[in-house]
Protein backbone atom coordinates (compact mmCIF):
# COMPACT_ATOMS: atom_id res chain seq x y z
CA UNK A 1 0.00 0.00 0.00
CA UNK A 2 2.78 2.58 0.78
CA UNK A 3 4.50 2.01 -2.47
CA UNK A 4 1.39 2.95 -4.61
CA UNK A 5 0.79 5.56 -2.13
CA UNK A 6 4.28 7.28 -2.27
CA UNK A 7 3.76 6.84 -6.35
CA UNK A 8 0.38 8.66 -6.22
CA UNK A 9 1.85 11.04 -4.02
CA UNK A 10 3.77 12.99 -6.56
CA UNK A 11 0.98 13.29 -8.72
CA UNK A 12 -1.58 14.55 -6.14
CA UNK A 13 1.69 17.33 -4.89
CA UNK A 14 1.71 18.44 -8.31
CA UNK A 15 -1.87 19.74 -7.17
CA UNK A 16 -1.81 21.05 -4.67
CA UNK A 17 -3.25 17.77 -2.35
CA UNK A 18 -1.96 16.60 0.60
CA UNK A 19 -1.73 12.93 1.11
CA UNK A 20 -2.68 11.95 4.34
CA UNK A 21 -1.61 8.29 4.93
CA UNK A 22 -2.82 6.36 8.08
CA UNK A 23 -2.48 2.39 7.57
CA UNK A 24 -3.16 0.85 11.35
CA UNK A 25 -3.53 -2.51 9.91
CA UNK A 26 -0.56 -4.87 10.13
CA UNK A 27 -1.92 -8.00 8.45
CA UNK A 28 -2.10 -10.22 5.64
CA UNK A 29 -4.80 -9.60 2.46
CA UNK A 30 -3.92 -12.21 -0.80
CA UNK A 31 -4.04 -9.69 -3.84
CA UNK A 32 -3.40 -9.11 -7.39
CA UNK A 33 -1.00 -6.39 -6.77
CA UNK A 34 -1.24 -4.98 -10.64
CA UNK A 35 -4.73 -4.65 -9.96
CA UNK A 36 -5.15 -3.75 -6.60
CA UNK A 37 -2.46 -0.28 -7.72
CA UNK A 38 -5.20 0.16 -10.42
CA UNK A 39 -7.85 0.66 -8.36
CA UNK A 40 -5.69 2.88 -5.88
CA UNK A 41 -4.88 5.28 -8.65
CA UNK A 42 -8.36 5.39 -10.03
CA UNK A 43 -10.15 6.37 -6.85
CA UNK A 44 -7.00 9.00 -5.72
CA UNK A 45 -7.17 10.56 -9.59
CA UNK A 46 -11.06 10.55 -9.05
CA UNK A 47 -10.14 12.34 -5.98
CA UNK A 48 -7.47 14.51 -7.43
CA UNK A 49 -10.16 15.76 -9.85
CA UNK A 50 -12.87 16.53 -7.23
CA UNK A 51 -10.63 18.73 -5.61
CA UNK A 52 -9.10 21.41 -8.23
CA UNK A 53 -8.49 23.84 -5.92
CA UNK A 54 -6.68 21.84 -3.76
CA UNK A 55 -7.39 19.52 -0.52
CA UNK A 56 -6.38 16.82 1.10
CA UNK A 57 -6.89 13.07 0.48
CA UNK A 58 -6.68 10.69 3.48
CA UNK A 59 -6.15 7.07 2.86
CA UNK A 60 -6.40 5.12 6.01
CA UNK A 61 -6.41 1.14 6.74
CA UNK A 62 -8.34 -0.67 9.52
CA UNK A 63 -9.44 -3.99 10.78
CA UNK A 64 -12.67 -4.62 10.84
CA UNK A 65 -15.29 -7.60 11.20
CA UNK A 66 -12.52 -10.34 8.90
CA UNK A 67 -11.85 -7.41 6.89
CA UNK A 68 -9.62 -4.49 6.11
CA UNK A 69 -11.38 -1.53 5.08
CA UNK A 70 -9.25 0.76 3.27
CA UNK A 71 -10.79 4.43 3.25
CA UNK A 72 -10.12 7.02 0.76
CA UNK A 73 -11.45 10.23 1.83
CA UNK A 74 -11.15 13.54 -0.02
CA UNK A 75 -11.90 17.20 0.67
CA UNK A 76 -13.61 17.41 -2.35
CA UNK A 77 -16.79 18.80 -4.01
CA UNK A 78 -18.60 15.52 -3.43
CA UNK A 79 -21.33 14.03 -5.81
CA UNK A 80 -25.01 14.19 -5.97
CA UNK A 81 -26.96 11.49 -5.26
CA UNK A 82 -27.80 10.29 -8.68
CA UNK A 83 -24.22 10.11 -9.61
CA UNK A 84 -23.31 7.90 -6.35
CA UNK A 85 -25.92 5.58 -7.72
CA UNK A 86 -24.64 5.12 -11.09
CA UNK A 87 -21.26 5.61 -10.10
CA UNK A 88 -19.86 1.87 -11.22
CA UNK A 89 -22.04 1.63 -14.15
CA UNK A 90 -19.60 1.47 -17.17
CA UNK A 91 -19.21 4.83 -19.20
CA UNK A 92 -20.53 7.15 -16.33
CA UNK A 93 -18.32 10.04 -15.75
CA UNK A 94 -19.11 13.15 -13.65
CA UNK A 95 -17.64 16.65 -13.31
CA UNK A 96 -14.54 15.67 -15.92
CA UNK A 97 -13.49 16.92 -19.68
CA UNK A 98 -11.53 13.75 -19.82
CA UNK A 99 -11.69 10.08 -18.42
CA UNK A 100 -13.84 7.09 -20.34
CA UNK A 101 -16.21 6.50 -17.64
CA UNK A 102 -14.50 2.97 -16.97
CA UNK A 103 -12.39 3.98 -13.53
CA UNK A 104 -14.90 3.22 -10.93
CA UNK A 105 -16.86 -0.06 -13.29
CA UNK A 106 -12.94 -1.23 -13.71
CA UNK A 107 -12.58 -0.47 -9.14
CA UNK A 108 -15.79 -2.12 -8.25
CA UNK A 109 -14.69 -5.57 -10.66
CA UNK A 110 -11.99 -6.11 -9.21
CA UNK A 111 -12.87 -5.41 -5.53
CA UNK A 112 -15.50 -8.23 -6.75
CA UNK A 113 -13.24 -10.33 -7.91
CA UNK A 114 -11.15 -9.76 -4.62
CA UNK A 115 -14.72 -11.30 -2.40
CA UNK A 116 -14.75 -7.71 -1.36
CA UNK A 117 -17.19 -5.05 -1.53
CA UNK A 118 -16.98 -1.00 -2.14
CA UNK A 119 -19.21 1.61 -0.29
CA UNK A 120 -19.49 5.51 -0.93
CA UNK A 121 -19.87 7.94 1.23
CA UNK A 122 -20.74 11.30 -0.31
CA UNK A 123 -21.96 14.82 0.74
CA UNK A 124 -21.56 17.82 -1.74
CA UNK A 125 -19.77 20.48 -0.96
CA UNK A 126 -17.88 18.38 1.62
CA UNK A 127 -16.11 15.51 0.17
CA UNK A 128 -16.48 11.88 -0.54
CA UNK A 129 -14.90 8.70 1.29
CA UNK A 130 -14.49 5.35 -0.54
CA UNK A 131 -14.44 2.46 1.59
CA UNK A 132 -13.29 -0.88 -0.15
CA UNK A 133 -13.35 -4.00 1.93
CA UNK A 134 -11.11 -6.85 1.42
CA UNK A 135 -10.89 -10.00 3.17
CA UNK A 136 -8.04 -10.85 5.39
CA UNK A 137 -5.74 -13.82 4.62
CA UNK A 138 -6.12 -16.26 7.41
CA UNK A 139 -2.28 -17.18 8.80
Known amino acids: MNGVLSFIEKDLEKNKITLVKNAQFKGIVRLDQDKMVRVFYNIASNARDAMSEGGSLTVAAVEH ?3 VRIDFTDTGTGMPEEVKNRIFEPFMSYGKKHGTGLGMAIVKKVID ?9 SVM ?5 ISIYLPITKK
Open 113 to 121: DHSGKIEID
Open 125 to 129: GKGTT
Open 65 to 67: NGY
